[in-house]
């Protein structure tokens, strides 16, 4: 074989064949050893087919001429070119004789070869000979060959001595291992396979980035709080190289950054890429990008075509558009198949489906079986869906492992469950858990349970949390906290400047905008006040036409003052009728005025039963002296 220098000196062919040796996952990033690097997928490309061909023809007549005259070169390049063929028959006597006169690139193809032909033992021992001699290809063929065998510590003494001359599926087969048993140096040859074009290797570095990213709260897809030494490494960088070569989980992942960063027409390029290359997730996300954009027909050929490849996102999306366009059957079929393809939240929609239509029973039987595998809001539904047919002790265990799996609206519904029961201390534990994690309702809960225990400043931030997020009722007891604190108004006077609105009046007009009827009163009064009387009366009219007793009555006082009596009499009927004492008074008075003395003794006698204690006393005198008069 002749000794490493002589070994040396014939370094021509430096590349693995990917498939023969097991060189690598990502096939497109390892080929046979050939001349200049080059294997026949990059030649293809380059020049035209035909002309290849013949150039090909060309240069392996002149090289097997130059092997049978004896030259080593020759039976090397000759040997590779026909197994790259698949020819080894032919390219085995090559192969020994150029190994025989000492070419390590020959070696290193003979053991592709041998391997090829189901002789790995064979192959491991010319992989030898030429990882020995300095060949990085056969130092990372020998580390394969001792990983499958179990031998890690062989393993990776050759796959160092093969990255550590720049190989790239070296570098990558050593951080596979090193990744496989935990050593904190795998990320490092992953980098240095990456930077040198391996895509598989560059995916991986870009989600080992991420989950660092993801424990440390790191921003690692835009390169910032990175660790020293990788200020221009970046998730996104590195997802991208791997995407540009073809990679189609990583042009997924690429597509979900882009997506996540607003850059929705790139994310949308990437998902395609992936999409068309088979991805079923990517061509999901697509549909729901296409979807967004108002293309509900593009994104269900998307969403078909990722649920026929297993995708049970995709089934899911399916079933809620046919769902939504009330066609039952079909939406039905579509999240059967997400339930087949092992996503929980199909049978999560089956429940809700059938529950939309009446179906309780199989509805039941759906949130249940999505429940015991874990679905949290099927968990809840499942509760309720007990607690309305009349079972709150089955219910509560479903209600209590939502809830501990992190539901929102369980933790809820739980404070509902025990405050029914007077178990208050138990309830508030549920409000408080829920409205920690932003339910809105679940704070206000809170914030009126600290007013009655008195704690002012804790039902305060509560009722902000709740008001903030939108609930009219909070919005109004916040305002009746702040406004408890303001000194009493001093009262209007004509030609006076209206006073600014204060942090109060502005919670109660939001409540009021609402629909909040006692909001609405309290925001009319506030303006009445400024004097502001058409905007009082706005605000009342709003309270009273949604049923408000007050809103009526404060309206027919600011109709009375205008001298509009009648319309002020419809609204204090109104507000009479609803049980307002006081509207009952004044129509009595009203009566009494006009004369209609027995009216007035009706309205009386309304005033009374309907109170309070001052309002039933002066309609008692009233109805006396109503009396005397009829009688006198």
């Known amino acids: 074989m002749g000794d490493r220098a002589t070994l040396l000196e014939t370094g021509r062919f430096e590349r693995q064949h990917a498939e023969g040796a097991a060189e690598a996952i990502d096939h497109a990033d390892a080929a046979p050893e050939t001349t200049g690097g080059w294997n026949a997928a990059a030649m293809d490309a380059a020049m035209d087919f035909a002309e290849a061909t013949a150039d090909t023809v060309e240069t392996e007549a002149r090289h097997r001429s130059a092997a049978d005259g004896g030259d080593t070169a020759s039976m090397s390049v000759l040997g590779a ?8 028959d032919g390219a085995e006597p090559y192969l020994r004789a150029a190994t025989a006169a000492g070419d390590r690139a020959a070696a290193n193809n003979l053991g592709v070869l041998l391997h090829q032909r189901g002789y790995p033992d064979e192959a491991a021992g010319w992989w030898r000979v030429a990882a020995v001699a300095g060949s990085a290809a056969a130092a990372h063929a020998l580390g394969r060959h001792h990983r499958e065998r179990g ?68 921003d690692t897809r835009t390169g910032e709080a990175q660790p020293a030494g990788d200020t221009d490494d970046s998730v996104e960088q590195w997802y991208r190289q791997a995407a540009a070569r073809g990679h189609r989980r990583a042009a997924l992942h690429l597509g979900a950054i882009l997506e996540k960063r607003g850059e929705v027409k790139e994310a949308g390029r990437w998902y395609l890429t992936a999409a068309k290359d088979g991805e ?11 979807r967004d954009a108002g293309d509900e027909e593009s994104a269900a050929v998307w969403w078909l075509r990722a649920a026929q490849d297993g995708d049970g996102n995709a089934a899911n999306a399916l079933g809620a558009l046919h769902a939504a366009r009330g066609e039952y059957q079909t939406a039905e079929r579509w999240y059967r198949a997400a339930t087949d393809a092992g996503d929980v939240n199909g049978s999560y929609n089956l429940g809700l489906l059938f529950a939309a239509q009446g179906r309780t029973a199989q509805a039941e039987q759906w949130y249940r079986r999505a429940a015991y595998a874990g ?52 309830a508030l534990d549920w409000y408080e858990r829920a409205a920690a994690a932003g339910h809105t309702e679940a704070a206000l809960q809170v914030g009126m349970a600290r007013l009655r225990d008195g704690d002012e400043q804790e039902a305060e931030r509560h009722l902000r949390c709740a008001a903030g997020s939108g609930s009219a009722e909070a919005a109004f007891r916040l305002a009746t906290v702040l406004d408890a604190r303001q000194p ?49 009366a706005r605000w009342y009219r709003e309270a009273a036409e949604a049923g408000s007793r007050n809103g ?48 007035g003794r009706r309205w009386c006698a309304r005033a009374e039963e309907l109170g309070p204690t001052e309002v039933a006393e002066r309609a008692a005198r009233l109805s006396e002296a109503l009396h005397h008069e009829l009688t006198a």
């Open 488 to 536: 009493a108004p001093e009262p209007h006077t004509l030609g006076q400047p209206q006073t600014p609105k204060s942090e109060c009046e502005e919670w109660y007009e939001r409540a009021a905008e609402q629909g909040h009827r006692r909001a609405q009163v309290r925001v009319g009064m506030l303006a009445a006040a400024r004097g502001d009387v058409a905007e009082a």
């Open 81 to 88: 070119m026909l197994l790259r063929r698949g020819d080894l």
């Open 552 to 599: 009526a009555f404060n309206l027919g006082l600011l109709l009375a003052r205008e001298g509009n009596e009648r319309e002020a009499a419809l609204w204090w009927s109104r507000a009479a009728r609803a049980g307002h004492g006081r509207a009952a008074l004044r129509l009595a008075l009203l009566a009494a005025r006009r004369g209609e003395l027995a009216e």
């Open 151 to 218: 031998d890690e510590p062989a393993a990776e003494y050759w796959l160092r001595q093969s990255a550590e001359q720049g190989h790239a599926l070296g570098a990558y087969a050593l951080a596979d291992l090193m990744e496989h048993r935990g050593d904190a140096g795998a990320e490092r040859w992953l980098r240095v396979a990456a930077e040198q074009g391996h895509r598989e290797a560059a995916y991986r570095l870009a989600r080992a980035l991420e989950r660092r990213a993801d424990q440390s709260g790191a």
């Open 280 to 290: 079923p997730r990517a061509a999901c996300a697509l549909g729901f990008l296409l």
């Open 375 to 426: 679905h949290r809001e099927a968990a809840n539904a499942l509760a309720i869906l007990l607690l309305q047919a009349g079972d709150p002790h089955g219910a509560e265990p479903w209600f209590s492992k939502a809830a501990e799996a992190g539901s929102v609206d369980a933790a809820f519904n739980l404070g509902i469950l025990y405050a029914g029961r007077d178990d208050d201390r138990t």
